[in-house]
């Protein structure tokens, strides 16, 4: 069974910069697409950043220029580098981890950004 587990969430002020943990335990591959997601009070989850097996990368509107995904396939962690946070960037990150055959999520790792 593959686990995932958030870390580097917190409390920033607006313009700060954050970066986001995924560590994945039990087996896993390369070929996997690792994504982040995040849901914010009374909002649907959305999709926040990819990355798939053949490293390519896709980024949601309102965060390209400032987000930054990137994997480390023998460590088995998944990046997502924060900067120049806005309070809209305030929500619960969730790390996902999928391919052809399974779907695993974390329990997510809160992010808050002051103005």
């Known amino acids: 069974q593959v686990q995932l587990v958030e870390s580097g969430g917190g409390l920033v002020q607006a313009g700060g910069s954050l970066r986001l943990f995924c560590a994945a335990s039990g087996v896993i591959f390369n070929f996997d697409t690792v994504g982040w997601f995040r849901q914010a009070p009374g909002k649907q989850r959305e999709l926040v950043a990819t990355?798939?097996?053949?490293?390519?990368?896709n980024y949601a509107d309102s965060v390209k220029g400032r987000f930054t995904m990137s994997r480390h396939n023998a460590k088995k962690t998944v990046y997502l580098q924060m900067n120049s946070l806005k309070p809209e960037d305030t929500a619960v990150y969730y790390c996902?981890?999928?391919?052809?055959?399974?779907?695993?999520w974390g329990q997510g790792t809160q992010v808050i950004v002051s103005s």
């Open positions: 990355y798939n097996g053949r490293g390519m990368t």
């Open positions: 996902n981890r999928k391919n052809g055959y399974s779907d695993y």
